[in-house]
Structures are given as structure tokens and as C-alpha cells.
């Protein structure tokens, strides 16, 4: 089965500090890879997305196949920042449909 | 903007109670899931529907069942609650996209405890 793995469960940095939160997945396929965002008492939204590489409020990811990882990096942490960041990977099902499989996520906290 | 809601943000049931968890989405999407996301566990499917009346089982689907009966909402019933159902409950939409445009949408969260 899918899995996506994220090995830590909270990142404390201070302001200012550069910010890594590591994913691994294991796929034998092409994964289409994500990060979901869910600040304080705030919904779970779509932070970004692998195949669009793009840079969200600062925060960017790069898929690395051959490490199988897809880490979400940002030079310079701000408070605003800390949130909870679930990694995901799209999984399409023998049915011809799709499901996201979630890791178990990192909760970030940006201290002043 | 694509909106998704849930019937209750914070919902007490006793033991045995029979519970509904609603959601609507407004966006006409296929696709709808229920999770329910617990700390240090992530977030875990527990069922989803592709379309109007069909359903199927996700990661972890015991003591749930589901009910689509409209495209729009999708239910998620506990027939029996129990204490490890103490949990908060995601409900998200998503419309089948092509490589690269696929997003789920969540609703709010319902906080459900049963004592």
C-alpha cells in the first residue's frame, strides 16, 4: 500500500531560521505529490503542489525521485507560519478514481 | 469560491447514540470524502463517494456508515457511537481534474465527543 511518512511530529525554530519539514513517500508509480496547510482554527487548505512548482507565502517544494521526497522548505521562518503541514500523494484506484493518502503531519511552531 | 460545511462544529453524543455528521459542498462535485484526523495520526479516510448513491469503503470504515443521496451532501452516520469515535471528522469535495490540477476542498471540522 501507499504511504506517505513524515517523520517528525513538531518543528520548533525561532523566527527567521530556515525551515525544512521532510516527506517521504513510497509509490512505485509517478506521484503527484502535495502540501496541505491547517493553521489555528482554520480549515485544511492546499498549500502547494509539486507539478506546478510554485512558491506559496515563501515556502517551496522539490521532488526528489531517486530519495523519494518531496520536502517543504522555507529560508526564513515567520510566526505566522505555524500551523500543522500534512504531506499527501494523489493515489489512483483500480476503479479509475483518485484519493489523496495523507501522512501524519508536523506541526510547526515559529517562536519570536 | 468552493464552500464546504458542516452541520455541527462541536457535537456531544452519549454511548450507543446513533450520530449524523453532515456536509455540503456547493461547487457540484463528484467527489466527496470523510476523514477523521486524530494527533499523531494524520488524517484517515474513512469513506468516500464518487457519485450520487455509490460509496465505498476507505481506510478505516468500521462502526461508519455513509449516505449520498444528492450530488451536493454527503452523510456520515455512527450507529453505535462509541468513546473511540472521539474524534474530529473532516469532510472534503473534489472534482476530478487532470494531472496536476487536482485539490480537495474541506469543510470546517465537527468535533464530535461521546462520553
Known amino acids: 500500500a501507499q504511504r506517505v511518512t513524515q517523520p517528525e511530529k513538531l518543528l520548533s525554530v525561532f523566527k527567521g531560521a530556515p525551515v525544512e519539514l521532510k516527506c517521504n513517500y513510497s509509490?512505485?508509480?509517478?506521484?503527484?505529490l502535495f502540501w496541505y496547510v491547517q493553521y489555528s482554527r482554520q480549515r485544511l487548505q492546499l498549500l502547494l503542489r509539486h507539478i506546478s512548482r510554485e512558491s506559496i507565502k515563501g515556502f517551496t517544494a522539490d521532488l526528489n525521485k531517486g530519495e523519494t521526497s518531496f520536502h517543504l522548505k522555507k529560508p526564513f521562518a515567520q510566526e505566522e507560519d505555524s500551523a500543522m503541514y500534512y504531506c499527501?500523494?494523489?493515489?489512483?484506484?483500480?476503479?479509475?478514481?483518485?484519493?489523496?493518502?495523507f501522512g501524519t503531519g508536523t506541526r510547526l511552531l515559529v517562536s519570536p | 469560491d468552493v464552500k464546504v460545511t458542516q452541520s455541527s462544529r462541536y457535537l456531544v453524543k452519549r454511548t450507543g447514540e446513533k450520530v449524523f455528521l453532515e456536509c455540503v459542498q456547493d461547487?457540484?462535485?463528484?467527489?466527496m470524502f470523510w476523514y477523521r484526523q486524530d494527533p499523531g495520526l494524520g488524517l484517515r479516510l474513512i469513506y468516500f463517494s464518487y457519485d450520487v448513491k455509490m460509496k465505498e469503503k476507505g481506510d478505516i470504515p468500521e462502526g461508519y456508515s455513509v449516505s449520498r443521496e444528492k450530488k451536493e451532501r454527503f452523510s456520515l452516520i455512527l450507529e453505535s457511537a462509541s468513546t473511540n469515535q472521539t474524534s474530529m471528522y473532516l469532510c472534503?469535495?473534489?472534482?476530478?481534474?487532470?494531472?496536476?490540477?487536482?485539490?480537495?476542498?474541506f469543510g470546517p471540522g465537527t468535533r464530535l465527543t461521546v462520553t
Open positions: 461547487m457540484d462535485h463528484e467527489n
Open positions: 472534503a469535495s473534489a472534482i476530478w481534474a487532470s494531472r496536476g490540477l487536482y485539490e480537495q476542498y
Open positions: 509509490y512505485s508509480g509517478s506521484p503527484e
Open positions: 499527501a500523494n494523489l493515489s489512483p484506484l483500480n476503479t479509475g478514481f483518485q484519493k489523496l493518502v
